[in-house]
């Protein structure tokens, strides 16, 4: 069994829209849509990887200010524990590297990963975070 990588996704949400790209041709799960996020670095919180993966990927300052439910999800490829950190912005920006806003009721056309399908039926429902 492979081990578990530990995965923070930071769900922002701004004026009803979301923060959305589309992972890289070159990525694993290429062409799908994604919430910015990647690894949790050793000695690092779900949210502090979250807002620098943030600040990474779309070159957008978040604030956590809660979670959603986590999940846990075998790919092929990967075996993932996703940490969804409700985030605000902080400090307005465009984004970046193809990230955009998506708004809540589109969210549906998005083809999203697997691994978020109970974080997409939350935001569909408009579950507050906890």
Not at 31 to 40: A, L, S
Not at 115 to 123: D, I, M, P, V
Request: glycine residues 8%; aromatic residues 8%; hydrophobic residues 40%.
């Amino acid at each position: 069994m492979q081990k578990i990588q530990r995965i923070a996704v930071a769900v922002v949400e701004h004026n009803g829209r979301f923060l959305v790209g589309v992972r890289g041709m070159t990525d694993s799960l290429a062409g799908f849509h994604e919430f910015p996020g990647g690894k949790i670095e050793v000695g690092e919180s779900p949210e502090q990887a979250a807002v620098r993966e943030c600040l990474e990927e779309a070159e957008v300052q978040v604030v956590p200010i809660g979670r959603y439910s986590q999940a846990v999800h075998h790919y092929e490829h990967a075996s993932v524990e996703l940490n969804f950190i409700a985030c605000a912005v902080e400090k307005w920006s465009d984004p970046q590297y193809g990230f955009e806003w998506i708004e809540r009721n589109n969210l549906t056309d998005c083809k999203f990963p697997a691994g978020n399908s109970q974080l997409l039926a939350e935001l569909e429902t408009d579950t507050p975070p906890k």
